[in-house]
């Protein structure tokens, strides 16, 4: 019973530990959302021949372009424009991310924005947006970016909401507690059975040495005093 108890108190100083370690983790986690822009790769059909024009089509129809695109406007640097579109002072833009690529099997890029507000996330994508289309029109290549789909309306919440993350990190605490709890309880039965079996039987009687009784064999002689 004593092992019982104290692995209880062992079980639950770890579990109110881990809920004073992971909530204010879990509170502190700031939420962030995530809206999405398209842009469509098509060619620049001005004067375009019509043979070259299938050609162009069919080169993109490999996915080869749209990838291209994403990789350069990867390594670019949006910042300036951003900051002009969205007038944004000097490291508003921080807390901001984006990431472009390719919808599978299209001719399309898709521009992901995240900030800590749907707001944000969604202007975001869009001047991202206009940025990738200025920045393959500068390129001079028989392609052209087109924005096809706006943000307004496409944010959603990208990071766990802070309930959730309260939950998470009182699982992961009382499944702490459980462990602690066991773990203690068995360290402790190993340690004091000895001693509950040698108080409920006592000392273990030690069993005395046989005794020999020597025996003197009396034999028949003469009778020395008559």
Do not use: C, K
Request: hydrophobic share 45%; glycine share 10%.
């Amino acid at each position: 019973m004593h092992a019982l108890r104290t692995s209880l108190v062992v079980g639950s100083l770890a579990t109110v530990t881990g809920l004073a370690l992971g909530v204010p983790v879990a509170l502190g986690q700031p939420a962030s959302w995530t809206a999405h822009a398209t842009v469509l790769i098509l060619p620049v059909t001005p004067g375009a021949n019509p043979d070259a024009l299938a050609g162009y089509y069919d080169t993109l129809s490999r996915g080869n372009v749209p990838a291209t695109y994403v990789a350069l406007l990867d390594a670019g640097d949006p910042a300036p424009f951003l900051d002009t579109e969205l007038d944004l002072a000097g490291g508003e833009l921080e807390g901001r991310s984006l990431a472009f690529q390719v919808v599978t099997d299209t001719s399309v890029i898709d521009v992901a924005a995240t900030a800590a507000s749907p707001e944000d996330a969604e202007e975001t994508a869009d001047a991202a947006a206009r940025w990738a289309q200025e920045s393959i029109a500068q390129m001079g290549s028989p392609y052209q970016g087109r924005v096809v789909g706006t943000a307004e309306g496409t944010a959603s919440l990208s990071s766990i909401a802070t309930g959730s993350m309260v939950t998470v990190m009182a699982l992961v605490a009382l499944a702490a507690g459980v462990v602690a709890q066991q773990v203690a309880y068995r360290l402790l039965r190993r340690r004091v059975a000895p001693d509950v079996v040698g108080h409920l039987v006592g000392p273990v009687p030690q069993t005395p040495a046989s005794r020999r009784t020597d025996r003197v064999a009396v034999t028949g002689g003469p009778d020395d005093g008559g």
